[in-house]
DNA sequence: TTTATAGTTGGTTGTACCAACCAAAGGAGT
DNA sequence: ACTCCTTTGGTTGGTACAACCAACTATAAA
């Protein structure tokens, strides 16, 4: 039990905290109708990564590719994304936001970047960099944590978690 | 638009993700069936904050208060909390965690900050603890501004809130 | 031809919500 | 003091949404 482990078990607290927001509180306090909450994640993804093909984007979340063949079904019901078929190859089709799906989503990251904003009014502005670092590596160390533990809890830890 | 504002949205794409993982991909990595998932939040509450009443639960965890009693039922089935009326009120339960709870939950975190040791191995140690000074701030901030906005939207937003 | 991959659809589960309800408290009016 | 009425704590029923797995089709690749 290094310290190392000791403060990273003070980090669960707080983590706990914050992911227990999703699907509650914040969700409600900035969710909008034109946008199933879940969908966001993945047009921003869309727009920011550029055209993309599912099974990649299921990938990438984490998700069952069936999760995101529906949200997909939904954005591109509401024209927020098209498809259209890979020339390279036939089973696969290529998804890519639409202008008004950039539109409603650089409409929605503004509304969000202002609660968040007037949420986080008191702080440092420094502060709010130095945890956006911290936060997209949690993220990245976090995602290749957890790929890890699901793909092979077998026997690829070298000596012994378990 | 402020640059604090430009700083919040910055923030958004990293605490994005990380809200994504919920329900995902970190919930699959570090899950056992003893505990429902969002049973140990309750849980964890109810270890570190002593004994309460059910409808304080729902508050702090914004959350309905048919959430939290259908999650008490199910942690008090399987031994983890129990339940004394409140000679003060005879409607309020008074619950607590079990000493079975506590060394289910003091197990189910120590799990955690192992594999969150590992998955942060690379990490600085000053970085995790500033990370968590940094995300219980921003938990706390959230919630107050998610309760400000879920009470009332309507026209307490610019002046004094209520 | 056989096997693997991309994507869809059906069925199930977990977690949340709201609405409706019961039981107990707390005030107000007589 | 006694009864009404409103408020509050908690439970239960019904519903929605997002995730999973399994089964299936169509295409590629070996």
Redo the contacts between chains.
């Keep these: 039990m290094?310290?190392?482990?000791?403060?990273?078990?003070?980090?669960?607290?707080?983590?706990?905290?914050?992911?227990?927001?999703?699907?509650?509180?914040?969700q409600?306090?900035?969710q909008s109708k034109e946008l199933s909450t879940s969908g966001?994640?993945l047009l921003?993804e869309l727009v920011?990564g550029g055209e993309s093909r599912a099974c990649d984007l299921a990938h990438n979340?984490?998700?069952d590719a069936s999760v995101v063949s529906r949200q997909l079904g939904q954005l591109e019901q509401e024209g927020l994304v098209e498809r259209r078929p890979d020339p390279a190859d036939r089973r696969v089709s290529l998804l890519r936001a639409t202008e008004r799906g950039r539109q409603v989503l650089a409409e929605r990251?503004?509304q969000?970047?202002?609660?968040?904003?007037?949420?986080?009014?008191?702080?440092d502005?420094a502060?709010?960099?130095?945890?956006?670092e911290?936060?997209?590596?949690?993220?990245c160390?976090?995602?290749?944590?957890?790929?890890e533990?699901?793909s092979g809890p077998a026997e690829t830890t070298e000596e012994g978690?378990r």
């Design positions: 290094t310290t190392h482990t000791e403060a990273c078990g003070q980090l669960l607290g707080p983590l706990r905290t914050l992911l227990g927001f999703r699907q509650t509180a914040l409600r306090a900035y966001t994640g921003a920011h979340r984490v998700v990251e503004a969000k970047a202002n609660w968040l904003s007037h949420a986080l009014r008191d702080w502005e502060d709010v960099v130095r945890l956006t911290l936060l997209r590596a949690l993220s160390d976090l995602l290749a944590a957890s790929r533990t699901l978690n």
